[in-house]
């Protein structure tokens, strides 16, 4: 159950499969701003689901913001890294095994301000969609 089921949204796949056939060396942008690949169990099917998200990042730790577009719902892939934490990133060449923890409260402002300085229209996103957009830390997973 572990084949790869590309997303429906032609956009995300095309992106994602030029991401990852050039190493991120193309379709590493949306609108000049950098982006990174998210590599995830599908939370229903099991298979595995890749999306691009933008890429936040500050001293080496990431954050993924479920944005949608400030659609009403969250996306597919909140669902995904909520039941299955442990994903994958792949910033240009690397990929790094990372878990993801869903922040709140003033740890969840702090990251805001940094994914607001990469993506301007998040703060609009926040200010017309109905609900609490989710904000996920990527954090880095030790080796046992
Ligand atoms: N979206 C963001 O939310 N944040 C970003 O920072 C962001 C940046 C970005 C940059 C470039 C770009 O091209 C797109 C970008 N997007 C960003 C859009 C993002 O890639 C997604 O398209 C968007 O967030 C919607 O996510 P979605 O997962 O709802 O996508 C839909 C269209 C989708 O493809 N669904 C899939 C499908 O084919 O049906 C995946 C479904 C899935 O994962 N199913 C799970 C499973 O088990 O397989 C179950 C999920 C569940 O609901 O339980």
Known sequence: MNDYLPSR?????????????TNGVEANTLED????????????????????????????????????GGQPANPSWYHNLVAHPVVQVQDGATRRTVRAREIRGVEKDRWWSIADSVWPPYAQYRQRSPRDIPVFLLEPVKDA
């Open 9 to 21: 949204s032609r956009r995300a796949r095309d992106q994602v499969a030029r991401y990852e056939s």
């Open 33 to 68: 701003r950098p982006v990174v690949v998210l590599t995830m169990t599908g939370a229903r099917t099991g298979a595995i689901r890749k999306t691009p998200v933008m890429r936040v990042e500050h001293e080496g730790t990431y954050a993924a913001i479920a944005s949608a």
